[in-house]
């Protein structure tokens, strides 16, 4: 189903469970991107590791995106180099940890749709463009 969806848009996004399991190897194979949202914990990067192993072996793109960040703090830039040594790519753009987000998903919303300014929006424009950018 998903190469039919492939040659009738520009952009398909589909979201998986984040396991690995059958349902993510055919994703894997169609996408041109596959993101990988990570919060920033040393936990969280290992539990990616099957999936970015798994995306490697499928030879899908991979942006790794870490999620849920306080700035500047050393465990950022920690789990993003550890990332790196897993040979990921890290997304320069890096979501915070916000109460916007938690807010708007209650709500079937995402932050752009709550509001036309402010950190997070900036944070999502950022992650489209660095996404569009990759793309082509």
Same mark, same amino acid.
């Given at each position: ?13 589909? %979201? ?8 993510? !190897? &055919? ?5 041109? @991107?596959?993101?990988? &949202? ?5 936990? %969280? @990067? ?23 960040? !306080? &700035? ?43 509001? !036309?300014?402010? &950190? ?8 489209? %463009? ?7």
């Amino acid at each position: 189903e998903s190469e039919k969806l492939k040659k009738r848009f520009d952009f398909v996004i589909i %979201d998986t469970p984040p396991k690995i399991d059958s349902d993510l !190897r &055919p994703a894997l194979r169609v996408a041109d @991107l596959v993101l990988v &949202p990570v919060a920033s914990s040393h936990v %969280d @990067l290992w539990a990616t590791e099957g999936v970015l192993d798994l995306a490697r072996r499928e030879k899908a793109e991979v942006l790794l995106v870490l999620n849920r960040t !306080r &700035p500047n703090t050393r465990l950022g830039a920690e789990v993003a180099e550890k990332a790196e040594q897993l040979g990921a790519v890290v997304a320069t753009t890096q979501i915070a940890n916000r109460v916007t987000y938690a807010e708007t998903l209650g709500q079937g919303l995402g932050a752009i749709e709550r509001s !036309r300014s402010g &950190p997070a929006v900036a944070e999502m424009a950022a992650l489209t %463009d660095e996404v569009l950018g990759r793309m082509g």
